[in-house]
């Protein structure tokens, strides 16, 4: 589950053409903990995810959602 988190989140911030740094500032999740998640190397809370899809301007249900055939 966490490399699922990680591909997902890496894949809105791109779609959304914003970098780590602006995603940590539209978040307030900090700029290491987005790449450390977006790495696989640690897991989020469900507080961290919520602030994450805010700060990418999706839902959670986007977030957490399989990813389109047009998206893979």
């Known amino acids: ?10 894949d809105a ?3 959304a053409g914003i970098s780590t740094y602006k995603l940590a500032e539209l978040s307030g999740v900090p700029r290491p903990t987005i790449a450390h998640i977006e790495r696989g ?4 809370s469900e507080r961290t995810l919520v602030r994450l899809a805010e700060g990418l301007g999706i839902t959670m249900g986007e977030l957490c959602s399989e990813p389109k055939d047009e998206e893979v």
């Not at 589950?1 to 890496?10: D, K, P």
């Not at 190397?41 to 989020?44: C, L, N």
């Open 1 to 10: 589950m966490l490399g699922y988190f990680a591909q997902r989140i890496r």
């Open 13 to 15: 911030r791109e779609k």
């Open 41 to 44: 190397f640690q897991g989020a």
